[in-house]
């Protein structure tokens, strides 16, 4: 059966606001949460970045729901620390934690001064990343010298099994990759045929564990006022790859975003006033056979957006692909 899960956009919303959000996400009947982790937000419109790691603490202490966060280990976070926190969080809250592990994105990676990688290096980068958090999670002492460098470290509370750690992919090329490492795959909301392509060339590769999908809505009373918001709120990520990736400022994605019209903002959110259509869709891609859906409301007040979903989307979801 498919769950139904809350996404926390920590770019868009205070991280105290972003804790009520997930306890009526909780109370309405969202069946899990998870989160981004950025140091920038995406547009200055947007005007939040917390640090996700302290906030996942926080909110898998006030609610009782199962929490991912999306990671890019290998530049501005070390994989040893990664490692510290995964298992640190996993053994407070046991079961209740997974993490999805990808190449990252120059906006965020840049600060520390050591020049943005192609893609492959990025990947290759990754490949060791997960090695070295999977060796200190088991509880090994880890050295390593690559393309990150670890002088004997070793992980002192860990927990007693450790969480998964998923694959982040938005190419059918990058899950088939990650097949071979990944625990499960985690992904955002494309055409059916691309989305289908993407889990057959995971499990063709021999793929394992739960498949997860990130979709973005904009909810409102109107249609006008729903692709308003989103137009407000998200025309700096209509940009596919490469150009998400490579774009290293919040300056420069609203440059890049001035000339995308309100109408362009269909191909990247599902808009609309009508619960019957986001019932219709999120089934359709429960029925691809994703474990867990996570809803990410572009807008920056959250509200209205959970209470209506609570008491007219999810119960028509329950159920689904039981």
């Not at 280990?73 to 046991?94: D, K, N, S």
């Not at 999805?100 to 994105?105: F, V």
């Not at 191909?267 to 089934?283: G, I, K, T």
């Amino acid at each position: 059966m498919t769950k139904f899960g809350f996404h926390a956009s920590h770019e868009q919303v205070h991280p105290s606001a972003l804790i009520a959000a997930v306890q009526r996400a909780e109370q309405a009947g969202f069946d899990a949460a998870m989160c981004s982790d950025h140091l920038v937000p995406w547009s200055e419109r947007q005007g939040h970045s917390a640090f996700a790691w302290a906030w996942l603490g926080a909110a898998l202490q006030a609610t009782a729901l199962s929490f991912g966060v999306v990671n890019a280990p290998g530049q501005r976070y070390h994989p040893v620390i990664i490692a510290q926190a995964i298992g640190t969080l996993e053994a407070m809250y046991p079961g209740r934690f997974w993490v999805a592990l990808g190449s990252g994105e120059a906006a965020n990676e840049h600060v520390t001064g050591q020049g943005w990688p192609r893609k492959e290096l990025r990947n290759a980068r990754l490949r060791e990343c997960v090695d070295i958090i999977r060796a200190l999670l088991d509880g090994e002492e880890v050295s390593h010298d690559g393309l990150v460098t670890v002088d004997r470290a070793r992980l002192w509370t860990r927990p007693e099994t450790p969480p998964p750690l998923v694959a982040a992919a938005v190419s059918v090329e990058t899950a088939t990759w990650a097949a071979e490492w990944a625990d499960g795959l985690a992904t955002i909301a494309q055409p059916v045929e691309k989305l289908r392509d993407m889990i057959a060339g995971y499990r063709d590769a021999g793929g394992r564990g739960e498949l997860a999908l990130q979709v973005h809505v904009s909810y409102a009373e109107t249609d006008a006022e729903a692709l308003a918001i989103a137009h407000d709120q998200w025309r700096s990520n209509v940009f596919a790859p490469p150009l998400c990736w490579d774009i290293d400022s919040v300056e420069a994605f609203d440059e890049a975003s001035k000339h995308v019209s309100p109408e362009h903002m269909r191909s990247s959110v599902l808009v609309s006033s009508d619960p019957a259509e986001y019932v219709h869709q999120l089934r359709e891609w429960s029925e691809l056979g994703f474990d867990r859906i996570y809803i990410h409301h572009v807008g920056q007040e959250q509200s209205r957006f959970i209470d209506v979903f609570g008491e007219h989307v999810l119960p028509q979801l329950s159920g689904v692909n039981a």
